[in-house]
């Protein structure tokens, strides 16, 4: 089945240590997001790749920065993560983005910071 | 600015019943989407019915059904002859009409709301 994929589902990292979390999609879509949701929290957008091009949020962190090398492939980089960071992080496709199109979900990881 | 408020955190609903998750929100767009998004415990977040501002004719999936009155800025989603695979966290969000390339097209969610279901 076509999907979107996280890896790992549960990192572990320390204090300032960098760390990627990792998404693949075999829909073919042009659009990949990343998500943080905070526990009891809404998820809320970081980025979005519209294929090769960024669109950073205004207000996300300069800590956190995005990779897309091909369609298949989108990476989420923590260079120094904090306790705050500590969340889970969501992946999604579409195939544009226009509002009729969909938005699939990855299950996510969720990132602990010791 | 766009937000979307669901005002219950956790519900609770007996199997085969009814039960209605509630949702504002507030805009001053003419066009847009407002989504219910279902979330399993550790699995992925899914769409469970969505709704064209422009439409008045309520959306309805099987079971699941909303209730959208525009001028109010409300959108509830009912959900009849519960199940316990129905059991999750619930995301209203709300979505500019168009085809944006930036901030503007962002999906909003609201707090969710944790629908337990009792057998």
């Known amino acids: 089945d076509a999907m979107v994929i996280q890896n790992p589902r549960y990192q572990v990292t320390q204090f300032g240590k960098p760390v990627t979390l990792s998404c693949s999609q075999t829909l073919n879509h042009n659009v990949m997001y990343w998500y943080q949701q905070k526990s009891s929290q809404a998820p809320k957008l970081l980025f979005h790749y519209y294929d090769k091009d960024f669109n950073n949020e205004a207000d996300t962190p300069d800590n956190f920065q995005s990779r897309r090398p091909n369609t298949s492939f989108c990476f989420l980089d923590i260079r120094s993560p904090g306790l705050g960071d500590a969340a889970m992080y969501l992946c999604?496709?579409?195939?544009?983005?226009?509002?009729?199109?969909?938005?699939?979900f990855g299950p996510g990881t969720r990132l602990t910071v010791l | 600015a766009q937000t979307v408020t669901q005002s219950q955190p956790e519900m609770s609903v007996q199997e085969a019943e009814t039960v209605t998750l509630s949702c504002t929100y507030d805009t001053s767009e003419s066009d847009y989407y407002l989504f219910w998004y279902k979330q399993p415990p550790s699995r992925q977040m899914i769409l469970v019915i969505r709704?064209?501002?422009?439409?008045?004719q309520n959306a309805t999936e099987n079971r699941f059904s909303v209730n959208f009155q525009k001028a109010a800025k409300s959108f509830s989603l009912k959900i009849s002859d519960s199940q316990l695979g129905d059991a999750a966290m619930y995301f209203c969000?709300?979505?500019?009409?168009?085809?944006?390339?930036?901030?503007?097209?962002?999906?909003?969610f609201g707090k969710g709301t944790k629908l337990s279901v009792k057998p």
């Open positions: 999604a496709t579409s195939r544009g983005l226009a509002t009729y199109n969909e938005q699939f």
């Open positions: 969000a709300y979505r500019p009409g168009g085809n944006y390339g930036g901030s503007q097209g962002n999906l909003i």
């Open positions: 709704q064209e501002a422009y439409k008045q």
